[in-house]
Nanobody, 127 residues
Framework: QVQLVESGGGSVQAGGSLRLSCAAS????????VGWFRQAPGKEREGVAQ????????YYTDSVKDRFTISQDNVKNTVYLQMNSLKPEDTAMYYC????????????????????WGQGTQVTVSS
């Protein structure tokens, strides 16, 4: 069965960087869709970035565009989220998720349409 394991979270000062990793098991990155989501206390879970793993289609929410980069390593079967110029408002639990049976090339895919989820990794940005 599909398993997603996140790592790389931590505490940083504003302006710092982190790289999150999502190691996928029993899920091929040759054809699919993997996304990063985040949820802060009292707020809804929101999409941060998405990657069509069968082709170089990437999507970012406006608040992180030009600061975050999503990428994949097919050898390690891992998806990454490089986070630069971090801001206090980026503080949240970050989750990796994968969509079953479909990619994401035509539009932004919502939370409800992702089927497999990791347990999350905490990111805290202080001022």
């Amino acid at each position: 069965q599909v398993q997603l394991v996140e790592s790389g979270g931590g505490s940083v000062q504003a302006g710092g960087s982190l790289r999150l990793s999502c190691a996928a098991s029993e899920y091929s990155l040759k054809s699919g869709c993997v996304g990063w989501f985040r949820q802060a206390p009292g707020k809804e879970r929101e999409g941060v970035a998405q990657l069509n793993t069968g082709g170089t289609y990437t999507y970012y929410t406006d608040s992180v565009k030009d600061r975050f980069t999503i990428s994949q390593d097919n050898v390690k079967n891992t998806v990454y989220l490089q986070m630069n110029s971090l801001k206090p408002e980026d503080t949240a639990m970050y989750y990796c998720a994968a969509r079953a049976n479909r990619g994401c090339r035509g539009s932004w895919i919502e939370v409800i349409d992702f089927h497999y989820w990791g347990q999350g990794t905490q990111v805290t940005v202080s001022s």
